[in-house]
């Protein structure tokens, strides 16, 4: 890739090249596309996120930019989100414009929640882990199964919702008028 006034020259592997005004690098935790923008950056497999998210005409959506610990469930989230909030920049400025520090607030609740749910889900010691799978075994059996699983999910619930932090009340389609 190399970038110019006029918009990124990209070459692909199989030899195609064209001018781009924005590349988006939605290639995942091992972005091929990020090392070339940004150099190597230090990985964290229990939720992480590089410093910034764009580098000139080059940004970064989903993992690439933000991946969060699995015990989130979220990272899918994060990305289709992320999409959501790029897309409506673009509309608007005809680049990345506020798209990170709209996504950063969303994305930190999230990952918090990750955090939060990694002891639960990979306790420590014997004990923990006996009285975890005892607690999920017998969970059918609980009066009160249903309350329980709401307060497990709650905070989950409340991240996923977070949709205030991002700006984006609802949902609203970026195609104009009849397409
Ligand atoms: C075990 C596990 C469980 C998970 N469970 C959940 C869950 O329950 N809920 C949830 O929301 N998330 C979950 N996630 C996280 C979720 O899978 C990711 O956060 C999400 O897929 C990120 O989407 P992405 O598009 O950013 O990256 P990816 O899904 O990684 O997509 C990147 C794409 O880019 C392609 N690619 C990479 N390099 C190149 C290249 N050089 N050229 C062309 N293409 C390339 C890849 O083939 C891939 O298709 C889980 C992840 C794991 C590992």
Redo the contacts with the bound molecule.
């Keep these: 890739m190399r970038e110019g006034p006029d918009g990124v020259d990209v070459t692909f592997s199989g030899g195609r090249s064209g001018r781009y005004d924005l590349v988006v690098a939605?290639?995942?935790?091992h972005s091929?596309t990020r090392r070339r923008a940004f150099g190597d950056v230090p990985l964290s497999h229990l939720g992480g996120y590089i410093s910034r998210w764009s580098s000139g005409r080059v940004v970064l959506?989903?993992?690439?930019a933000h991946?969060p610990a699995?015990s989130s469930?979220?990272?899918?989230?994060l990305?289709l989100v992320g999409a959501y909030v790029l897309a409506d920049e673009i509309a608007k400025t005809g680049h990345a414009g506020a798209y990170e520090e709209r996504m950063r607030p969303y994305v930190a609740k999230n990952m918090a929640f990750g955090r939060r749910m990694v002891k639960d889900m990979v306790p420590g010691g014997r004990l923990a882990i006996a009285f975890r799978n005892y607690g999920m075994r017998t969970l059918k059996f609980h009066p009160r199964k249903e309350q329980v699983i709401e307060k497990v999910l709650a905070p989950l619930r409340e991240a996923a919702n977070a949709e205030h932090l991002v700006a984006a009340p609802r949902l609203r389609d970026f195609a104009p008028e009849g397409r």
């Design positions: 939605a290639d995942g935790l091929a959506l989903g993992d690439a991946c699995p469930g979220q990272g899918t989230s990305a």
